[in-house]
């Protein structure tokens, strides 16, 4: 436990540094603008969710990308595999931090936005618990993701072209959920399920909606987590030896 929380406090530190709650914050601040301009309060239920896949989904791939790919250049990923640090305190580390990073982009934006549509109108508050529980599902998502595919390339740009691929296609529920395309096989891709729970943090939502968000969510993250670390230990620790 001392481990991982060494090493969570560094990356924390290194987060700092490389001014990503910087960054966060102000698209936070830009977003909820553009949110607070374009949405009511009776739309909240399906533009927060949606602005959550697209717009923190999108920047935690790119957060846990640069991490990881400074650490091979700096010579320090190296350092942690020959250290007493276990591979999955290595990467639980990543995780919780990108995704508390995530959860403060998140609320910036959302409590924003809705501190400038009160001024306009009448505004009932989500419910926080359920809100929370559906960012920190898609932001370990999309951590886990960000893993599974960085271990594998040494430069951002080899990255770059995959991670888009990738970036659509989980970003592609936001049709489903704004009521564009009712298509359900749009749910079984990984980020629904999260979002899923998100929305129900402004209406009711059906039963099978709870028992697919939760119990989907509980299962993606039990299965990228093996698949990380599958692949952080064939394309990172066997390379070194």
Do not use: C
């Not at 830009?30 to 607070?36: E, I, P, S, T």
């Not at 989904?57 to 991490?67: C, E, H, I, N």
């Not at 970003?171 to 999260?194: D, K």
Request: hydrophobic residues 55%; charged residues 10%; without cysteine.
């Amino acid at each position: 436990m001392m481990r991982l929380l060494t090493a969570m406090k560094t990356d924390v530190t290194v987060q700092v540094r490389n001014n990503l709650y910087t960054i966060g914050i102000i698209a936070g601040v830009l977003v909820a603008l553009a949110l607070g301009w374009l949405a009511g309060p009776d739309q909240l239920f399906t533009y927060v969710p949606t602005t959550m896949l697209l717009v923190v989904g999108g920047s935690t791939l790119l957060y846990v990308a640069g991490m990881i790919l400074f650490e091979k250049d700096e010579g320090t990923l190296n350092a942690n595999i020959v250290s007493p640090m276990r591979t999955s305190e290595y990467l639980w580390s990543k995780i919780i931090t990108l995704t508390i990073l995530a959860t403060v982009e998140g609320f910036v934006m959302i409590g924003g936005a809705m501190l400038i549509i009160r001024f306009s109108a009448p505004l009932t508050p989500p419910s926080i618990p359920i809100l929370l529980l559906g960012i920190f599902g898609i932001g370990i998502v999309y951590t886990l993701i960000g893993i599974v595919l960085i271990v594998r390339f040494d430069k951002i740009t080899d990255f770059l072209i995959p991670m888009s691929g990738v970036a659509v296609l989980l970003q592609l529920p936001f049709v489903y959920f704004l009521g564009w395309v009712e298509e359900p096989i749009l749910l079984l891709i990984p980020t629904s399920a999260p979002t899923m729970i998100m929305q129900g943090a402004y209406t009711q939502l059906a039963a099978w909606e709870w028992m697919y968000g939760i119990g989907y969510t509980l299962l993606l993250i039990i299965g990228f987590t093996f698949w990380a670390y599958r692949a952080f230990h064939k394309h990172i620790i066997l390379k070194v030896g």
